[in-house]
């Protein structure tokens, strides 16, 4: 939901964002290897809905306040402010990703990944002291959220952003683990998702505009329906455990395959075989890909 005007967006300009939400708080706790380090206990999502100060984050700003509701992320700067979506689950999992800037924190070329570095090294989340905290893939804190945000509106800013959040649908509905993998999918772990992939059983064009997800080790993702170009952020859990954040794309009209929204209604993805499954939170299969042998 677009709720600030004057915002520029990585990459193009588009005709609508898509911004992926939900939350979590999670307890420490061991992922599988190549997964992010999580709790397997069932967490209380709605706890990082808020308007937080950013602290300990490695070069972000002293005064820095982000912003997690429903409807995406929001993080003030002395430039303005960035926007985009985040994702969380209540085994811990947490993904962020910044899809648009306003225009004072933007010079020059406009970069195809607005996200900061601390934001894009986010996987998991927990507690210290019921301070909620971000943590990397090893379990190590990469930054603290601290209450009492108070963000600085530009004019054009919707007031209600700087009133405290409270959950919505969305982050009630992340407060239900997903349905577990179902028998004969091996959960996959960031090593056997990064890679390039192809909708299994159908007919890819070539091309970049081609139908395709490319999944890369550092948490970004992008791909194409076949006709608009699409991208986001992921993170990967323990038992298949899986969250993206989907940002802006064109809206051409395509008979191809829509990947995005794929990987942004994903909530576990299990490999049969070499064949990439990805299934929603009810355990329905959403869609296959294959790796790409070109």
Same mark, same amino acid.
């Given at each position: 939901m677009a709720r600030r005007t004057g915002l520029v967006v990585a990459g193009a300009l588009v005709a609508a #964002? *898509? =911004? @992926?939400?939900?939350? *979590?708080?999670?307890?420490d706790g061991n992922g599988t290897s190549g997964s992010a380090s999580v709790s397997r206990q069932t967490t209380d999502p709605a706890a990082l809905v808020g308007l937080w100060r950013v602290d300990g984050a490695d070069g972000e700003e002293r005064d820095a306040v982000l912003r997690l509701d429903d409807q995406g992320l929001t993080l003030w700067r002395d430039c303005g402010s960035l926007s985009g979506g985040w994702a969380a689950d209540a085994s811990g999992l947490f993904v962020g990703h910044v899809f648009g800037a306003g225009n004072g924190c933007l010079s020059g070329t406009v970069p195809d990944?607005? &996200?900061?570095?601390? /934001? +894009? $090294? #986010?996987?998991?989340? @927990?507690?210290? =002291?019921? &301070?909620? !905290?971000l943590r990397d893939r090893d379990g190590q804190t990469v930054a603290?959220?601290?209450? @009492?945000?108070?963000?600085s509106l530009a004019p054009d800013d919707d007031t209600s952003l700087g009133e405290p959040p409270v959950p919505g649908d969305r982050v009630r509905a992340a407060r239900v683990p997903a349905a577990p993998l179902p028998a004969g999918l091996e959960p996959a772990d960031r090593a056997g998702l990064t890679g390039h992939w192809l909708p299994a059983g159908k007919r890819h064009g070539t091309g970049d505009d081609a139908p395709h997800l490319a999944v890369e080790d550092d948490g970004r993702w992008q791909g194409s329906d076949g006709c608009n170009g699409q991208s986001g952020g992921w993170t990967v859990g323990p038992d298949g455990a899986f969250l993206a954040t989907v940002g802006p794309q064109t809206l051409i009209g395509c008979d191809g395959v829509d990947v995005g929204d794929w990987v942004s209604r994903a909530a +576990? =993805?299990? /490999?049969?075989? $070499? &064949? /990439? !499954?990805?299934?929603?939170r009810s355990g329905k299969e959403l869609g296959r890909l294959v790796p790409d042998a070109s």
């Open positions: #964002v *898509a =911004a @992926g939400c939900g939350a *979590a708080t999670g307890n990944d607005l &996200t900061p570095g601390w /934001l +894009r $090294r #986010v996987t998991s989340f @927990g507690s210290d =002291a019921k &301070t909620p !905290v603290r959220l601290l209450p @009492g945000g108070h963000p +576990r =993805a299990g /490999l049969d075989g $070499r &064949t /990439l !499954v990805l299934l929603d």
